[in-house]
C-alpha cells in the first residue's frame, strides 16, 4: 500500500545551519507530495507541495523536488531560523481524497 | 474565512464518560477528514467523509468511536465509553473533492486528556 517514511527525528541545529529531513515514499501511479509543518499547540499547515515528477516546491526558504526516479521529497532550507523550530510531515495523495502521511520529524533550531 | 473550526480545544473527562468532539469544514469543502495524533502512533486517520457520506472508516479504532456528519457544515466525533488510551490531540481536516491536489487544511486540534 501506499505510505511515507520520513528521517527519524529529532533533529536539533544552531541557527543559519543547513536543513535537510529526508522523505521517501511508496505509491503506485503519481502521486502529488507535500510537506506540512506543525508549530507548538497548533494544526498541521501546509508548508509547500509538488504535483508531478521534477517539480520544485518552494516556500519560506524551504524547497523540495519531486524525484521519481529515488521516490523521494526530501526538504531543505539553506539556513535555518529560530523560528523553525516545529514539526514537519511529509505527505502522499494519489488520485482521490486519500492522504498518507510521514511520523514527523522534530526540529528545534537553537540561537 | 475562519479555516477549519474544532471545539473544544481542550478536554479533560473521567474514563467512562462520553466525549463529543466537533468539527466546522471550511465552506465549500466537501472532503472532510479526522485524525488522531499520539507520540507513540504519530498522526493516523480515522474516518473520512465525502458529501456527507463516511468513505473510509477502517481507521477507526473500535465501537467506541462513531463519527457523524449530518450536513455539509458540521461533523461530531463521539467516544463513548472513553478510557485513558485514547488521549491524545484529535484533528479535523478538509479539503474540496475534486479540485487535483489541493491540500487539506487542518484545524487547531482538540486535546483530549481522558484520566
Known amino acids: 500500500g501506499d505510505s511515507v517514511t520520513q528521517m527519524e527525528g529529532p533533529v536539533t541545529l544552531s541557527e543559519e545551519a543547513f536543513l535537510t529531513i529526508n522523505c521517501t515514499y511508496t505509491?503506485?501511479?503519481?502521486?502529488?507530495l507535500f510537506w506540512y509543518v506543525q508549530y507548538p499547540g497548533e494544526g498541521l499547515q501546509l508548508l509547500l507541495k509538488a504535483t508531478k515528477a521534477d517539480d520544485k516546491g518552494s516556500n519560506k526558504g524551504f524547497e523540495a523536488t519531486y524525484r521519481k526516479e529515488t521516490t523521494s521529497f526530501h526538504l531543505e532550507k539553506g539556513s535555518v531560523q529560530v523560528s523553525d523550530s516545529a514539526v514537519y510531515f511529509c505527505a502522499l495523495k494519489r488520485a482521490g481524497n486519500q492522504f498518507y502521511f510521514g511520523t514527523g520529524t522534530s526540529l528545534t533550531v537553537i540561537p | 474565512d475562519a479555516g477549519v473550526i474544532q471545539s473544544p480545544r481542550h478536554e479533560v473527562t473521567e474514563m467512562g464518560q462520553e466525549v463529543t468532539l466537533r468539527c466546522k469544514p471550511i465552506?465549500?469543502?466537501?472532503?472532510l477528514f479526522w485524525y488522531r495524533q499520539t507520540m507513540m502512533r504519530g498522526l493516523e486517520l480515522l474516518i473520512y467523509f465525502n458529501n456527507n457520506v463516511p468513505i473510509d472508516d477502517s481507521g477507526m479504532p473500535e465501537d467506541r468511536f462513531s463519527a457523524k456528519m449530518p450536513n455539509a457544515s458540521f461533523s461530531t466525533l463521539k467516544i463513548q465509553p472513553s478510557e485513558p488510551r485514547d488521549s491524545a490531540v484529535y484533528f479535523c481536516?478538509?479539503?474540496?473533492?475534486?479540485?487535483?491536489?489541493?491540500?487539506?487544511?487542518f484545524g487547531q486540534g482538540t486535546r483530549l486528556t481522558v484520566v
Open positions: 505509491a503506485t501511479g503519481y502521486p502529488s
Open positions: 465552506s465549500g469543502h466537501n472532503s
Open positions: 481536516a478538509s479539503r474540496p473533492t475534486g479540485q487535483g491536489d489541493t491540500e487539506a487544511f
